[in-house]
């Protein structure tokens, strides 16, 4: 008896032992899953679109009442459409070898840019539309006489060696067109039309020194500009004439008369250059 039960006891001390030892490496695997990094996986989001319903903009039960134009700005319009039906037309034109009228395109590029520089006087005048193109075409005619004479020249067989007959042609041509500008405007229209015509080298001398000081420090004021127009219009001429030049370095600073002397330059060159260059021939056979 005593020996069973030392057997039994030996046998509960051993199931004793082996649950201890079972529990310890139980919670020392649970302690380590506990603590070690979880595996990584793809993890996916999704991501919702929410429409929000915007509110629509109120609108007026009654009409806005459309604004009426200006019997001038209609006048503009309509002349600027003649003259895009004009250009389109000139344009549309085609000579017998197939290709496109370049004399053509020339002219109405021209015919647009003398439009656009005697617009001020066309709008300070309340001209009709077709008063306006027909200065147009005279306006040109003044200009183009020398090129216009030189082509007629040569297609009938004639030589421009004689330059002063070829002169007094250019200088006929220009005087019926003059004339006529004068019948059409009339006595007090054609006296605006001489000052616009002094007028208009004057702001081009204006034109250039404005752009030939942009971006830079010296910048021309628009008071600077009022005073050098003045002092243009105060010489009578349509140059910079010395007394200009003079009168200028009481508003100017010394880099923008130093650039008015470049224009200066620059625009006796091209006068020179007109002087002694040909007339420009258009025609072509």
């Given at each position: 008896m005593k020996?069973?039960?030392?057997?039994?006891?030996?046998?509960?001390?051993l199931g004793l032992l082996a649950f201890a030892w079972i529990s310890t490496n139980h919670g020392e695997s649970n302690d380590t899953l506990s603590?070690?990094?979880?595996?990584?996986a793809a993890v996916t989001t999704e991501r919702r679109l929410v429409v929000r319903p915007t509110q629509a903009p109120a609108v007026s039960s009654s009409p806005e009442k459309p604004r009426e134009a200006s019997p001038q700005a209609v006048g503009d319009v309509k002349s600027e459409l003649v003259k895009l039906e004009a250009f389109r037309a000139e344009v549309s034109g085609e000579v017998k070898s197939g290709q496109p009228n370049l004399d053509a395109i020339s002219s109405a590029h021209q015919r647009s840019l003398v439009a656009r520089q005697f617009s001020k006087f066309f709008n300070g005048l309340s001209l009709a539309p077709d008063v306006r193109e027909?200065?147009?075409?005279?306006?040109?005619?003044?200009?183009?006489?020398?090129?216009?004479?030189?082509?007629?020249t040569l297609e009938r067989g004639g030589d421009l060696s004689d330059v002063t007959r070829f002169r007094e042609e250019v200088l006929s041509v220009r005087t019926r067109a003059e004339e006529q500008i004068q019948q059409i405007l009339g006595p007090p229209g054609y006296q605006q039309y001489k000052?616009?015509?002094?007028?208009?080298?004057?702001?081009?001398?204006?034109?250039?020194?404005?752009?030939?000081?942009?971006?830079s420090p010296d910048e021309l004021t628009e008071a600077q500009g009022t005073m050098l127009m003045q002092a243009l219009n105060d010489s009578k001429t349509r140059k910079l004439t010395d007394s200009v030049m003079a009168t200028s370095r009481n508003f100017?600073?010394?880099?923008?008369?130093?650039?008015?002397?470049?224009?200066?330059e620059e625009l006796a060159a091209a006068a020179q250059h007109q002087q002694l260059a040909p007339p420009v021939i258009f025609s072509r056979k």
């Open positions: 020996r069973l039960g030392k057997i039994v006891s030996g046998t509960i001390f603590t070690s990094s979880p595996p990584t027909r200065l147009v075409d005279l306006f040109v005619t003044k200009r183009d006489a020398e090129s216009d004479v030189a082509n007629e000052e616009y015509q002094d007028y208009l080298p004057r702001v081009n001398i204006l034109n250039k020194l404005r752009q030939s000081l942009l971006s100017l600073t010394p880099a923008q008369q130093e650039r008015l002397s470049a224009v200066r």
